[in-house]
């Protein structure tokens, strides 16, 4: 399967961000002559991780394509658990608005303008109100292979020129990141000057992803994290009433260890706190809300001014004065 005929003038290597030779379908490789690194590519996808840097390796792809008809025939019990009736807990209450937004401001400042995505092995909450836009190109990206991603890459070290994409989106990923100040910075480097970010990430959350999972943020400091953006919007995204069924789900998870066991219980804290995520709509914008979310957005462009710690603190619209 050849490589997607978008990447060429679009990708770079990840060490040291030379020009990629894309001409094999199988693999491409760094034509600078001092670093002349080697990446695979997997049915057109390629893998454009740094091995010397990444929690992630090279052979890590190479192998799990090699044993991909095993890991599906194991895989019963999660396909069975993903059929199940059964109602959620979580609720994203925001991006459904805050989609059509960032896209508006996207195509009436640009033509056609181009959008990364960091994380899309699936496509997030609210994310589908844009994502089929004609006018937009999206360029999808995660850390694992899906049907959607068109480069396998890791957020500390993305694999773009400088100044590429109109827009970022990154839902739900930073807390999986070593360094997320380190992938903001990044972020900034692949937009264009006056570019736009839509970001979600969790504060009131229990581990998810397991090994995978590193960091939380409180509003302010989600603030602090984009401190190289002009604030357009920002807030709770997920709410306090999601944030109470995940605790409620985590106690009851922390008596078990089976898989089985856990998913039972998951399946009954389900049934029990699901009502919890209906008080959101009603308190998501409550000062309140802000100091015990389950999660924060912000939509920002990027700027030439950096906010002080000062101001960061100024920023404060809790309770807790």
Not at 136 to 156: K, N
Request: proline letters at 5%; glycine letters at 6%.
């Amino acid at each position: 399967m050849k490589i997607n005929s978008r990447l060429p003038d679009l990708i770079c290597c990840p060490i040291c961000k030379a020009k990629l030779d894309l001409t094999n379908d199988n693999y491409v490789v760094c034509i600078d002559n001092r670093c002349k690194s080697r990446f695979p590519a997997i049915d057109g996808v390629p893998i454009l991780i740094n091995d010397s840097t990444s929690v992630f390796s090279i052979k890590q792809f190479v192998d799990k394509e090699n044993k991909l008809q095993k890991l599906d025939n194991k895989s019963m019990i999660y396909k069975l658990w993903q059929i199940l009736p059964k109602p959620e807990i979580s609720a994203n209450i925001k991006a459904k608005i805050n989609y059509p937004k960032f896209a508006k401001l996207l195509t009436n400042s640009t033509p056609n303008p181009k959008v990364l995505i960091l994380g899309s092995g699936e496509i997030g909450a609210g994310l589908k109100t844009i994502i089929n836009d004609p006018s937009i190109e999206f360029i999808e990206t995660d850390v694992g292979l899906a049907s959607r991603v068109v480069v396998v890459c890791d957020a500390h070290e993305l694999p773009f020129s400088n100044e590429t994409f109109d827009g970022v989106i990154i839902q739900a990923v930073l807390e999986h990141t070593c360094d997320p100040y380190q992938c903001v910075k990044e972020i900034c480097r692949v937009l264009k000057p006056d570019g736009l970010v839509y970001a979600e990430t969790p504060f009131m959350q229990q581990v998810h992803i397991g090994r995978y999972d590193f960091t939380r943020f409180t509003h302010l400091g989600h603030l602090r994290l984009f401190r190289q953006f002009d604030v357009i919007d920002d807030g709770a995204v997920c709410g306090t009433g999601m944030a109470l069924a995940w605790s409620y789900q985590g106690f009851l998870l922390s008596f078990v260890k089976s898989k089985w066991a856990r998913a039972l219980i998951t399946l009954f804290t389900c049934y029990t706190a699901f009502w919890l995520k209906y008080f959101d709509y009603f308190l998501i914008d409550k000062p309140g809300t802000l100091d015990a979310a389950s999660g924060y957005y912000l939509l920002g462009r990027k700027s030439q001014k950096t906010l002080s710690d000062k101001q960061l603190i100024n920023l404060y619209r809790g309770i807790q004065q």
